[in-house]
């Protein structure tokens, strides 16, 4: 069946005004840290938009571009309804049967699958299914012997990349690690491939490659796999040497440094974070050094070196107070005020002061956006146990309740340990 021609969004065109297409990228992202959601808006794809390739954006930036213009509607910024560009049978739609769209026409657009598993399902297995992750709907082409990798394969990376994020932040990572092996995969054989058709093309497909890797490593560490983890950040530190790309290599050390801190390895957690430290240099981001270097902090309060561990704090909050800036990794999209409260009531807990780690705890709960599920259930999670290490049974059997009844939303086996643990300090408390 022939494709219609995209028509110009000139409504669209006309509300940038004088702005350059990254300007204005930069004011969605700015628009949508407002309201708390996350965009990965860049002048592609404004361009896309305004070339009319996109003809109603995904549930995301619908709601940024209504928060940056009040009093409009799709129809006004130029974009089609959103039934009339899902691409569904009718007929198929009447009989129940499942829409699966392809992933060449829906590269920046959430299909209705999506948005049903987020709307009515309880588990990240449900959602990572209905995303087809290790299915179709989600699929990254497999790289062909006639075939050289353009804008359409790369694109498919940092799609999966957006969207295992998105189901973490909601989900967690239990249910959704397996099903995120097959695009790691495939990115990787599609670097393998080494048919890119411009060089600007190859460098993206590094760093996606690289990012899917540190994304696929998360969910390994997040859900215990420890060694799995390990492995996906290796692998994604490699990818950024070879590609020669400080921004990928900083994060793949900023989480090795994370997961070396979990494993009780705390010199290699410090030695981490610094060599993190020195990639980020040129990057011009204060908040990706802030994040860093409170990687730094929590290694030192591992080892019991107070002074260390609080130089580095004061070194990350003089950083974190220079304030976001428009060329902040997408990935940092989680590294507000609720974290740098949580990350250093982290420090304050390995060091012994369960009150002064509380109280850092409790802001974090206070501050997150409950978008953020399960950052939210992991923060109380925290606070349980420090309000239980610091006496406060009641208090703390409380915000435990509150994330066992978050439980069935958010599957994570670290944020388990946590109420395990909390709960064999009351017991042995009681």
């Known amino acids: 069946m022939a494709m ?58 619908e709601r940024v571009f209504l928060h940056m213009f009040p009093g409009l509607g799709l129809a006004d910024l130029g974009f089609s309804a959103r039934e009339t560009v899902r691409g569904r049978r009718r007929s198929a739609v009447a009989a129940g049967a499942p829409l699966v769209p392809a992933i060449t026409t829906r590269n920046d657009e959430e299909s209705d699958v999506l948005r049903r598993a987020f709307m009515t399902s309880g588990t990240a297995t449900v959602a990572a299914a209905s995303l087809g992750l290790g299915g179709t ?65 190859e460098d993206r497909l590094h760093a996606g490659a690289g990012e899917l890797a540190i994304s696929v490593g998360w969910l390994a560490h997040d859900s215990g796999r420890l060694d799995d983890a390990r492995s996906h950040y290796a692998e994604a530190l490699a990818t950024a040497r070879v590609a020669g790309d400080p921004a990928l290599e900083a994060h793949a050390f900023c989480n090795t440094s994370f997961l070396a801190r979990d494993a009780g390895r705390y010199r290699e957690a410090v030695r981490a974070a610094q060599a993190g430290l020195r990639a980020a240099q040129p990057l011009n981001s204060a908040r990706l050094l802030s994040l860093l270097t409170l990687r730094e902090a929590g290694a030192w309060a591992g080892l019991g070196d107070r002074a260390a561990c609080e130089q580095a704090l004061g070194r990350a909050h003089g950083l974190f107070a220079r304030g976001p800036v428009d060329s902040d990794p997408e990935w940092m999209s989680f590294f507000g005020e609720p974290e740098l409260e949580a990350l250093e009531a982290q ?72 109420l395990a643990a909390t709960q064999r300090v009351l017991a042995t408390t009681s």
Request: charged share 30%; with cysteine; net charge positive.
């Open 137 to 201: 709907a989600a699929a990254i082409p497999a790289p062909r012997a006639t075939h050289r990798i353009g804008e359409t394969e790369v694109r498919a990376v940092e799609e999966a990349v957006r969207r295992i994020r998105l189901l973490d932040d909601r989900h967690g990572a239990e249910g959704l690690y397996k099903a995120a092996a097959q695009p790691l995969r495939a990115a990787y054989a599609l670097l393998d491939a080494g048919t890119a058709t411009r060089r600007s093309t």
């Open 4 to 61: 219609s021609r995209a028509v110009p969004n000139l409504a669209f065109r006309r509300l940038r005004g004088q702005q350059s297409p990254a300007e204005f990228a930069a004011a969605v992202r700015r628009a949508a840290r407002e309201i708390g959601e996350q965009v990965a808006c860049d002048a592609r794809y404004i361009g896309r938009v305004e070339a009319g390739e996109i003809r109603c954006p995904n549930y995301a930036y």
């Open 347 to 418: 420090c304050w807990s390995a060091l012994g002061e369960w009150a002064r780690a509380a109280r850092h705890a409790h802001r974090a709960t206070v501050l997150q956006n409950p978008h953020f599920a399960r950052n939210l259930a992991l923060y109380r999670a925290q606070l349980a146990s420090d309000l239980a290490h610091a006496g406060r049974r009641e208090e703390a059997a409380e915000e435990a309740k509150r994330v066992v009844d978050a439980l069935g939303e958010v599957q994570s086996s670290r944020i388990r340990r946590m």
